[in-house]
């Protein structure tokens, strides 16, 4: 049985914080009769006005309801789902957009809603953040990968043992346990773009705080090809056209420029196509180039080669892991692993291979890469790419 620190008052609040862990554990059944003042009061050896001051707080928050006569029954819970999303334009991203649409397919089959909470310098201040979501009525809440400083553990400290906290790809194990993670797709591209006999490859990191484990990766592959890391090879960037563009335009005043580029995402993939194209290369004869993502192919857009992450199944089984600890049936697994896939076209072939001529190859890209650019632009401007949002 727990007990109490009586140095840390008020005693009604370290009460109410193990009731409501006990709840969320499940170990209290909805629409069931809660033990009774007198019972908790004995349980825990401490007075009935602590207890009804406890118990009245989680009817408060909604966890309790009382029936005159009949005492109090645990409330079947359902409140918000909370998503906290890094900027508002990532709503618009096309990958985002599938992962919101694979939660809200679970999300909704459960009636209950998604919320979205926009983080920024001021969500995490003061305890704004905890405002919100009682506020919102929230009762579980999804994280995806953040970027770096933005949220820390301190922030989410008032979760734990109060609501479930999924994360997505980064998680912090000190508030929750429970993570839906996606293998990074790094070393398939670089060990494929190797294969091809490309030896300066450049790697766009993305801005998001597990960038880290795809630098990781990407000199682990090369230091096993008994290649030297070139660091210069490295850079930052964002998931925007822009972005990618001007990144390509930093590397080619370079003396010894890359001969393949692997970008965080697809759409800063076609600002490194552009770019290209602009300066005279030829692709893939002179270089090589893979996207993130793939919803490239979802518009129809034809010849970049890009590593298939399955947001929407990353949406539906952080929903499922989430709604099954709301409901007390505590998942066995903490964590899910899925898989990434190297889609190879038009952007990527071996240089040195003969099963395809090289300018047929060449004059494929080239003749659809201003129509591809343009219809790029025209389907992000009215989903909102993130070009014009820095």
């Known amino acids: 049985m727990k007990k109490f620190n009586l140095n840390r008052p008020p005693k009604y609040e370290e009460l109410k914080n193990i009731l409501r862990a006990d709840i969320l554990e499940g170990k209290y059944k909805p629409d069931k009769p809660f033990p009774s003042q007198n019972e908790l009061s004995i349980k825990y050896k401490i007075g ?5 001051e406890a118990v009245g707080a989680l009817v408060h928050e909604g966890l309790l309801y009382r029936k005159q006569g009949k005492g109090s029954f645990l409330a079947e819970r359902m409140g ?17 957009r599938e992962l919101i649409r694979g939660i809200t397919k679970v999300v909704s089959a459960s009636e209950r809603h998604l919320t979205f909470i926009f983080a920024d310098k001021t969500t995490f201040k ?5 405002r919100t979501i009682n506020e919102l009525k929230i009762n579980g809440l999804i994280i995806p990968s ?18 479930p906290v999924v994360f997505i790809n980064d998680g912090l194990p000190e508030i929750s346990p429970y993570l839906v993670e996606v293998e990074s797709g790094t070393h398939l591209a670089i060990k494929y773009l190797l294969k091809e ?13 597990n960038a880290k484990e795809d630098k990781t990766s990407y000199e682990k592959i090369i230091k ?14 964002e998931y925007s056209f822009k972005s990618g563009y001007e990144l390509v335009k930093k590397f080619l005043n370079s003396k010894n420029p890359p001969d393949a580029y692997l970008a ?5 993939a076609l600002g490194v196509i552009t770019a290209l194209k602009e300066a005279g290369f030829l692709i893939p004869k002179d270089v090589s180039i893979i996207g993130q993502g793939d919803f490239l192919s979802a518009f129809n857009i034809f010849g970049l080669s890009s590593i298939r992450i399955p947001f929407y199944r990353i949406g539906q089984e952080t929903s499922k892991m989430l709604l099954k600890i709301i409901s007390g049936d505590i998942p066995r697994k903490t964590k899910i692993s899925l898989k990434t896939e190297l889609i190879l076209r038009e952007s990527t072939f071996p240089s040195k291979s003969k099963k395809r001529r090289e300018s047929e190859v060449v004059h494929i890209l080239n003749i659809n890469s201003s129509a591809m650019i343009k219809k790029f632009k025209t389907l992000i401007s009215k989903e909102g790419d993130t070009e014009n949002a820095e």
């Open 197 to 209: 006999g490309r030896r300066k490859i450049a790697l766009i990191l993305s801005p998001l705080k």
């Open 48 to 52: 009935k006005t602590t207890v009804r």
């Open 224 to 237: 096993e090809y008994g290649m030297q890391v070139n660091p210069q090879l490295i850079i930052s960037g």
């Open 264 to 268: 965080p995402d697809d759409s800063a």
């Open 80 to 96: 918000n789902i909370g998503l906290i999303v890094g900027k508002q334009i990532e709503l618009k991203h096309p990958a985002f």
């Open 146 to 163: 953040m970027r770096p400083g933005l949220i820390r553990k301190n922030d989410l400290a008032f979760t734990i043992g109060r609501f």
């Open 126 to 130: 003061h305890r704004g953040l905890e």
